[in-house]
């Protein structure tokens, strides 16, 4: 390992010994979580002050910023749909200890965010509560990586913002949905009776077996509860709702808008979205490179945060084609 690196590595690891406790924001639920990565991740979410049109005081926003800043490109991870930055919690460390600056930033009406003056979170606000993030902490061309439904919030900020973005990250993409369809068309008691059914634990431990290709049981359950820890924050449901009958995510006529350059990373084994896609939205995306994670599911940042890190680093480097 270069020194820079190795440098760069011992004050990462300095600085996440010195996370000890959880932040007083998070549910108590957070001290049952047994997997050391999430626990470690969780203990470093902070909540920046962000200020927007749509709301009159500023949104206390949730995130995990960078140990670091570097002259390269900051990397902002978001996540998949009605998920929060615990999602990064193996592939966060891995592109911290190769010198990127990383932010995890949870994208408006999930994650940790304060929302118990809830503004709107439909499609419109998330994308200005991004911008407004951005321009507030980040305010340079940044490299952004979004997974499964976090990829359609990734296509239309940059086809919005272009100026903000240098380069795209898409994994195992949902971009093709006509955003929540019939769902936005429920009454608002049938919507929140969804939505309760949403956060139940046996929806999301089944939810868990679908997208993952190798998963113990014990790793199921506790990967349950990260996964719906977010869930638990008083405004959820109020947040999910408000999505749900705004129409959600239609990004597929702006996919062949995107002129950055973009890393398409598909699961091959995936069981929730078809790896089919993957040859389409290569196909729709002008300038794009497509990585087909082998013997892995639907998340492969969480199943296969090595290889993911490993070919977005050559991505950086300009070595893929």
């Given at each position: 390992?270069?020194?820079?690196?190795?440098?760069?590595?011992?004050?990462?690891?300095?600085?996440?010994?010195?996370?000890?406790?959880?932040?007083?924001?998070?549910?108590?639920?957070?001290?049952?979580?047994?997997?050391?990565?999430?626990?470690?991740?969780?203990?470093?979410?902070?909540?920046?002050?962000?200020?927007?049109?749509f709301s009159e005081s500023c949104i206390m926003s949730s995130c995990v910023k960078p140990i670091q800043y570097s002259e390269s490109k900051?990397?902002?991870?978001?996540?998949?749909?009605?998920?929060?930055?615990?999602?990064?919690?193996y592939t966060y460390p891995l592109l911290e200890d190769a010198g990127m600056e990383t932010w995890a930033v949870d994208i408006l009406g999930w994650g940790f965010s304060d929302l118990k003056l809830l503004p709107s979170t439909c499609v419109a606000?998330?994308?200005?509560?991004?911008?407004?993030?951005?321009?507030?902490?980040?305010?340079?061309?940044?490299?952004?990586?979004?997974?499964?439904?976090?990829?359609a919030v990734a296509i239309d900020f940059t086809v919005n913002h272009p100026e903000a973005v240098s380069g795209l990250v898409l994994i195992d993409a949902s971009v093709y949905a006509e955003g929540t369809g019939k769902l936005s068309?429920?009454?608002?008691?049938?919507?929140?009776?969804?939505?309760?059914?949403?956060?139940?634990?046996?929806?999301?431990?089944?939810?868990?077996?679908?997208a993952f290709k190798k998963i113990s049981l014990g790793q199921l359950l506790d990967w349950t509860n990260v996964g719906r820890l977010h869930c638990l924050l008083p405004w959820w449901e109020d947040a999910t709702v408000d999505f749900m009958v705004s129409g959600?995510?239609?990004v597929r006529n702006m996919i062949n808008k995107v002129n950055q350059m973009a890393?398409?990373?598909?699961?091959?084994?995936?069981?929730v979205i078809s790896s089919g896609?993957?040859?389409?939205?290569?196909?729709?995306?002008?300038?794009?490179?497509?990585?087909?994670?082998?013997?892995?599911?639907?998340?492969?940042?969480i199943e296969k945060p090595k290889i993911v890190t490993e070919v977005f680093l050559d991505f950086m480097k300009g070595t893929m084609v």
């Open positions: 390992m270069p020194a820079h690196n190795t440098a760069v590595s011992s004050s990462v690891a300095w600085v996440r010994a010195m996370a000890e406790t959880f932040p007083a924001f998070l549910p108590k639920e957070v001290e049952k979580i047994r997997d050391t990565h999430a626990r470690q991740l969780a203990k470093r979410i902070q909540r920046l002050p962000v200020m927007t049109s900051p990397v902002v991870l978001l996540h998949g749909f009605d998920s929060s930055c615990l999602e990064w919690r606000a998330k994308r200005e509560h991004l911008y407004q993030f951005w321009r507030s902490y980040i305010c340079r061309p940044m490299v952004l990586i979004g997974p499964s439904l976090g990829a068309k429920l009454p608002r008691a049938f919507a929140y009776a969804g939505v309760a059914l949403l956060k139940s634990i046996p929806l999301r431990f089944y939810a868990n077996m679908v959600g995510y239609d890393l398409i990373l598909w699961g091959e084994d995936d069981r896609l993957a040859l389409n939205l290569h196909a729709d995306l002008p300038n794009s490179a497509l990585y087909k994670i082998q013997d892995c599911g639907h998340l492969p940042h």
